[in-house]
């Protein structure tokens, strides 16, 4: 079965500063790939996704992330990041309708 | 867009008490996921249907039982509660699965159980 990866549970950077969050993923064949934000006592909600074509993906708030088949990685990133980011992060893969999340990463951002 | 509707929203239950929560899917989705997300944890799959057929089972504890109806909507019936059940239950819909084929799920936006 497939499984995700996400080092670092907590990530903190400053306002304006560029964010980065790791996920790697393990599975015999490309999956789909997801990242999710959860606001505190929130639902998840759907970030950017890659199912097929073009590697690098956009999402709303401005975060992209690119899968490289090579790395097995769909690292997040935004250039600049904002007060309103801060908030606990997963990435998921999909794979035969199997749904896997990673552990989460809370990203605290720092005025 | 319609969204995954889930109620009640919020859930306060004492232990040994009996549960249930409702999941309606998206318009022409026919699978339905459930999941449970404990404090701090990422969430975890539960159990799936598809055309009120169960496909899938993980880690559903044997007090939680589930199914789909005709209408496709989903109710997860928790029985003897237990504190440890305290947690966030989403519930996800998609199209229908194929062999080698999977379909993005769709998130609402859970229910908050607290047992007290």
């Known amino acids: 079965a497939q499984s995700v990866t996400q080092l670092g549970s907590h990530v903190s950077v400053s306002e304006g500063a560029l964010v980065l969050l790791r996920c790697n993923y393990s599975?015999?064949?490309?999956?789909?790939l997801f990242w999710y934000v959860q606001y505190p006592n929130q639902g998840l909600q759907l970030l950017l996704k890659y199912t097929t074509g073009a590697t690098l993906v956009k999402g709303i708030n401005g975060f992209e992330a690119e899968f490289k088949k090579s790395e097995t990685s769909f690292h997040l990133t935004k250039p600049s990041a904002h007060m309103s980011d801060a908030a606990e992060y997963f990435c998921?893969?999909?794979?035969?309708?199997?749904?896997?999340f990673g552990a989460g990463t809370r990203l605290t951002v720092k005025p | 867009a319609a969204g995954v509707i889930q109620s009640p929203r919020h859930l306060i239950k004492e232990k040994r008490e009996t549960a249930t929560l409702k999941c309606y899917p998206i318009?022409?989705?026919?699978?339905v996921y459930w999941y449970q997300q404990g404090p701090g944890q990422d969430p975890q799959f539960l159990i799936s249907?598809?055309?009120?057929?169960?496909?899938d089972k993980g880690s559903i504890p044997d007090r939680f039982s589930a199914q789909q109806f005709s209408d496709y909507h989903s109710e997860l019936n928790m029985s003897s509660l237990e504190l440890g059940d305290s947690a966030l239950y989403f519930c996800?819909?998609?199209?229908?699965?194929?062999?080698?084929?999977?379909?993005?799920?769709?998130f609402g936006p859970g229910t908050r159980l607290t047992v007290t």
């Open positions: 996800a819909s998609s199209q229908r699965p194929g062999p080698l084929i999977s379909y993005e799920q769709y």
């Open positions: 599975s015999s064949v490309p999956p789909y």
């Open positions: 998921a893969v999909l794979l035969n309708n199997d749904m896997r």
């Open positions: 318009p022409r989705h026919d699978t």
């Open positions: 249907f598809y055309e009120k057929m169960q496909s």
